[in-house]
């Protein structure tokens, strides 16, 4: 079965069960490149492969910038 | 040898300058700039991903900081309520390694003035959290007070005048009242800076340092401005130091002759 999630606002499709985890490993975006918020909440890096994606959630990624 | 550091979190640091990262015409530059500054703390930021990168001006910057042994300080720019920032402050701490943050939540899309509410929530819960925590916030005493005696911060940055405006120092007196009120607080004006001369007037009136980023980034020789920053912030600082004389209503004569006129008199 499918689901439905956004990912950084788009949509995306995912097998039911996807972890956190295995979605940035599809991503190819190594474990340390980034920050993850699952619902607006922060998730560690630690956590990520106990998380599990459900239909609608909303995840955001993000990574280190310049900055005043 | 640095006889006079600014003590954070038991961290000396040998420069008052803290130095922005952003904005600047190129990442070489902007390594530059960090160099002629002297600055032992730049902040950074955080974005989403889908958003443009930077032309490799963080890598260089983190390599500019290194070499000078720099402190990071990444910020929670672009927050406008406690619970953001609190997740994004998680964040930074998860990627850049530091636990110090630069907690910026903005109440007003035009001054781009902090929300002292949500930003005392902030701090409080940062704090908890294992935060040492740099408010961004206004001049207002009880607010500040509170952000050190409740919330437990470790410094104070109240703002010179609006992000990006170049205008100064817009309430010099609300900043000696803070200077004079919270005598122990360590305060460094944050934002609003335009010139060499400013950063100067706040230390002069016993400000412990200043953030600033565009004054540079956006200078026609932001190297060369990096640098009249760095010498104006050692002036001022020397300039406490050493005790600035009381101003007076009417002249002072400086020469000791009073009392003894010597060109007219008897023996013209």
């Given at each position: 079965m499918m689901i439905e999630i956004r990912l950084d606002d788009q949509a995306r499709q995912l097998p039911a069960g996807t972890t956190l985890a295995a979605l940035l490993e599809s991503l190819d975006r190594p474990a340390a490149s980034v920050a993850t918020a699952l619902n607006g909440s922060f998730i560690p890096r630690e956590r990520r492969a106990a998380t599990v994606l459900g239909a609608g959630d909303q995840v955001l990624l993000f990574k280190p910038i310049v900055g005043g | 040898m640095n006889d006079d550091p600014l003590i954070i979190d038991g961290v000396a640091l040998a420069s008052r300058f803290f130095l922005g990262t952003a904005g600047y015409p190129s990442p070489a530059v902007l390594a530059e700039a960090i160099e002629a500054s002297g600055t032992q703390l730049v902040t950074l930021g955080l974005k989403r991903t889908l958003q443009a990168g930077d032309n490799g001006a963080l890598a260089l910057a983190l390599d500019a900081a290194r070499a000078r042994g720099a402190r990071l300080l990444p910020n929670t720019a672009g927050c406008r309520s406690a619970r953001e920032a609190v997740a994004l402050a998680c964040m930074a701490r998860e990627l850049y390694g530091t636990h110090w943050i630069k907690l910026e939540v903005v109440g007003?899309?035009?001054?781009?003035?902090?929300?002292p509410f949500e930003l005392l929530a902030a701090a409080t819960e940062l704090v908890r959290l294992g935060f040492t925590v740099f408010p961004y916030c206004t001049e207002d005493l009880v607010l500040c007070r509170r952000l050190l005696d409740?919330?437990?911060?470790?410094v104070l940055m109240p703002w010179g005048a609006p992000i990006g405006s170049g205008q100064g120092l817009a309430h010099p007196r609300a900043l000696r009242t803070l200077r004079e009120r919270l005598p122990d607080a360590t305060l460094v004006v944050d934002?609003?800076?335009?010139a060499p001369s400013q950063a100067a007037q706040a230390l002069e009136m016993g400000i412990d340092a200043v953030l600033l980023n565009t004054a540079v980034a956006k200078a026609r020789e932001p190297v060369r401005m990096a640098a009249a920053f760095r010498d104006a912030i050692v002036a001022g600082r020397a300039a406490w130091r050493a005790g600035l004389i009381a101003t007076q209503d009417f002249a002072v004569a400086s020469t000791p002759v009073s009392g003894h006129a010597f060109l007219l008199g008897d023996a013209a």
């Open positions: - | 007003d899309e035009l001054s781009l003035q902090p929300d409740e919330a437990g911060c470790a934002a609003g800076l335009g």
